[in-house]
């Protein structure tokens, strides 16, 4: 089954920013739209990003999204401890969602 | 409040079958598409089938095709997932999901999920 292609884990330190990419292809990411999710062990995954940059109400505008061509990118800026989580990206094609294999955040 | 209840899930032997449940609470079901999304232990999220407003187009991800059936009561304010001859593999917890918008996505509001364990 296709995924979109994120980086197994990313790392930093508190008050630093991080970036996460996220890449697919011209007919999903390259042409559609994309949202971001965060998710603690135990835990729903629950909604940071929508429409590659929008917040929903109440997510820390620490958060951030963008996209260039085929890659999605989230940022997290002013790294903090409960940051520490799973973040994964989705998007679609034509009848299909995709979801990314996700990526481990570590607060060092 | 806006929520999402599944219920359905247990263990199975291989080749059996399963009948999961979303009761969906605070928000009209049928204004929305609705998705179930799966998570194997230890694994990341997978797409598994979407079905329309009103159950006239239903979609499935390549490794549940012909074997999961999604539906819909928009009456009961409910979603439902058949599976069918069910494999090791599909052992996950299953996730109803609402979108956002109406279709395509995002997804706001996720229930809790339902365990579904596939051993002999």
């Known amino acids: 089954q296709s995924t979109l292609t994120q980086p197994a884990s990313v790392s930093g330190s508190p008050g630093q920013s991080i970036t996460i990419s996220c890449t697919g292809t011209s007919s999903d990411i390259g042409y559609n739209s994309v949202s971001w999710y965060q998710q603690y062990p135990g835990s729903a995954p629950k909604l940071i990003i929508y429409d590659v940059s929008d917040r929903p109400s109440g997510v820390s505008y620490r958060f951030s999204g963008s996209k260039s061509g085929n890659t999605a990118s989230l940022t997290i800026s002013g790294l903090q401890a409960d940051d520490e989580a799973d973040y994964y990206c989705?998007?679609?094609?034509?009848?299909?969602?995709?979801f990314g294999g996700g990526t481990k955040l570590t607060v060092l | 409040e806006l929520q999402l209840v599944e219920s359905g899930g247990g263990v199975v032997q291989p080749g059996g079958s399963l009948r999961l449940s979303c009761a969906a609470f605070?928000?009209?079901?049928?204004?929305?598409?609705m998705y179930w999304v799966r998570q194997a232990p230890g694994k990341g999220l997978e797409w598994v089938s979407l079905v329309n407003w009103d159950g006239g187009r239903a979609y499935y991800a390549d490794p549940v095709k012909g074997r999961f059936t999604i539906s819909r009561d928009n009456s009961k304010n409910s979603l439902y997932l058949q599976m069918n001859s069910l494999r090791t593999e599909d052992t996950a917890l299953y996730y109803c999901v609402k979108d956002k918008w109406g279709s395509n996505g995002p997804f706001d509001y996720w229930g809790q999920g339902t365990l579904v364990t596939v051993s002999s």
């Open positions: 605070g928000f009209r079901l049928d204004d929305y598409t």
């Open positions: 989705s998007s679609y094609s034509t009848s299909r969602v995709m």
